[in-house]
């Protein structure tokens, strides 16, 4: 059967998390910096459609085609690292330390940032015929994107952060769903549609994605964005980093590890008295 149960795909997230804490750093950053730039794509191709449709939803039901893309060519995501690598910690698996998760975690950062600013800047050309015009209509829509999602939650002071750091553990717990859900298939098309769902209510929710996060606002700084680099790293990406964190470790790592991996002890039956 194509399907595994709870206990078995949950062992392969363990086994997962390990493999990434020892994986080399330099196979870290290059397979960060494809999954920055994969999801960057995703994230202009989602925009483009809802600008082109006028129907945000279509553009969250297409939006999903970035994140299988990456998934299954093997590309690590921060939001994916957040839950998968700790695991292995918790689970004590012989040489993984603390240090090792954030040195992932730092790497896997790294990479994508690397990644998504690529694609940023080779966008900008695109919607201004390289500098030398005015922002095309997508352009616009992802420029603007950046001053909402920046301004809008600085214009609500602490309220505005507690809101935007919300919208990123709700993101994480439906993104980290995604990279668990593909893993309890071993057929392709199982896999897509485990991350397809999860994945698509998070970008129709406009929940807060710190890796496509480094994809629209260094975007939309570059084409001229009402908004600082500062408004950025305090009112979005920081808070957003957090959020992804605490929603994808709590909500599904943990959820999963302690109930499937690490059961309570069931209740011994025995025979009554005659």
């Not at 940032?113 to 209509?137: Q, R």
């Amino acid at each position: 059967m194509s399907y595994l149960a709870p206990s078995e795909f949950v062992t392969k997230m363990v086994d997962a998390g390990e493999s990434k804490v020892f994986m080399s750093t330099r196979d870290t950053l290059i397979r960060a910096y494809m999954a920055g730039a994969i999801l960057a794509l995703a994230a202009v191709f989602a925009v483009a459609v809802t600008q082109q449709t006028g129907y945000p939803i279509i553009g969250a039901i297409l939006f999903p085609v970035g994140f299988c893309m990456l998934y299954l060519l093997g590309f690590d995501l921060l939001t994916g690292v957040f839950v998968l690598s700790p695991l292995a910690l918790i689970d004590k698996r012989p040489g993984v330390t603390l240090v090792g998760v954030l040195k992932n975690w730092g790497l896997v950062f790294t990479g994508n940032l690397a990644g998504a600013v690529t694609v940023a800047i080779m966008m900008a050309i695109v919607f201004t015929f390289g500098f030398s015009t005015e922002p095309n209509a997508v352009g616009k829509v992802i420029a603007g994107i950046g001053e909402s999602r920046t301004l809008g939650y600085k214009e609500y002071g602490a309220a505005g952060m507690l809101t935007l750091f919300v919208r990123g553990v709700l993101c994480n717990w439906m993104v980290s769903t995604g990279v668990v859900g593909a893993m309890i298939s071993t057929s392709v098309g199982g896999k897509v549609i485990a991350m397809w769902m999860p994945i698509m209510v998070f970008f129709a929710m406009t929940f807060e994605h710190s890796v496509v996060n480094m994809f629209l606002f260094p975007s939309a700084l570059i084409m001229g964005g009402n908004f600082s680099v500062m408004d950025y790293i305090i009112w979005n990406e920081i808070p957003t980093v957090i959020g992804n964190l605490v929603g994808g470790l709590s909500f599904t790592g943990l959820t999963l590890y302690s109930t499937h991996l690490r059961t309570a002890p069931k209740k011994q039956a025995f025979p009554r008295a005659a």
